[in-house]
């Protein structure tokens, strides 16, 4: 999948593109009912399927202290896309893009920069400074410059609307049935391994630290969890997301326990998928207490992925 982060990036002559439009977080069953629409429209006209996204997101550029937990970062959206056969993501600043009036947005960005010749999109999308344009003038403007324009009904799970905002309440209050159910897959974070303090070793459990790179996680807890990146198949292992209040942490780190794995993977690329939570996060009055714990977690993790 070719990337372009500027506009100036972006190939002259254009190709001929079918071309989809959203910030697509998380990359939900709702959003993919969107990509692979747009990549089977594009296969089928023998055109270039094309996502266009926004970095950072709308919410995080206008409340950049304290936006909406970030179900995917940019590199797990990149690779959710890559699985998903599309072509090209064209992935620029929010800020280059967040004043252009609803018709200059299609004239100078999906027309003449993009070639768009269909645009596929989903029902409550608006696009253009400040979100003043609608579904109807998109139409509008593709009889004028001859594009066609899809729009795609959305997708419901168990009579609720998939969204994500929908499955960041799940993932807050630990749902993580409800988050799968409208992920279509478990939620998972990716990271590089990172070294930590050392202490999980001191107790007898080696854990692989993950830099979140997020201002805020959108899971918090024990989990009984899946790693993968590490092997030809997925690993059981428990996990952690929190600030550790034990040991005075501050920032919200992901740790996670691999069962029966001794390799170093400091500096490996690697996926937790979150399976099961088993409880919240606990201050403990001293170490002991704490590890006598992280036993009990250990084999509720086990039993839960043995299930």
């Known amino acids: 999948m070719r990337l372009y982060r500027q506009i100036a990036a972006l190939p002259e002559p254009a190709p001929e593109r079918v071309v989809t439009i959203g910030v697509f977080d998380g990359l939900h069953a709702g959003h993919e009912a969107i990509v692979r629409r747009a990549k089977s429209e594009a296969e089928a006209a023998g055109q270039s399927s094309l996502v266009f996204s926004f970095e950072p997101t709308p919410k995080e550029f206008f409340a950049p202290t304290n936006p909406p937990p970030r179900l995917t970062r940019f590199r797990e959206r990149f690779e959710r896309l890559a699985v998903l056969g599309i072509d090209e993501l064209f992935c620029p600043s929010f800020g280059a893009v967040r004043d252009l009036r609803p018709e200059e947005f299609i004239e100078s960005l999906l027309v003449r920069r ?66 799968r159910g409208m992920l279509g897959r478990d939620y998972s974070m990716s990271g590089r391994v990172v070294r930590g303090l050392g202490l999980g070793r001191q107790l007898g459990f080696p854990t692989a630290n993950v830099n979140l790179k997020r201002l805020h996680a959108p899971v918090d807890g024990i989990f009984a969890a899946r790693v993968t990146g590490v092997g030809p198949r997925p690993l059981d292992g428990v996990a952690s997301v929190g600030t550790r209040p034990t040991i005075g942490g501050g920032r919200a780190l992901l740790e996670v326990l691999i069962f029966d794995f001794a390799r170093d993977i400091y500096g490996d690329y690697i996926t937790v998928h979150f399976v099961e939570r088993l409880r919240e996060e606990r201050h403990f009055a001293d170490l002991a207490a704490m590890q006598k714990q992280m036993h009990l977690d250990v084999a509720a993790a086990r039993a839960a992925l043995t299930d």
């Open 114 to 179: 993009l070639n768009a010749r269909h645009v596929v999109v989903g029902d409550d999308f608006r696009f253009g400074a400040q979100r003043a344009g609608t579904f109807a003038d998109l139409r509008a403007a593709g009889q004028r410059y001859g594009f066609r324009v899809t729009q795609v009904e959305p997708v419901f799970w168990n009579d609720r609307r998939v969204s994500s905002t929908a499955i960041r309440e799940a993932l807050k209050s630990g749902d993580l049935r409800t988050a």
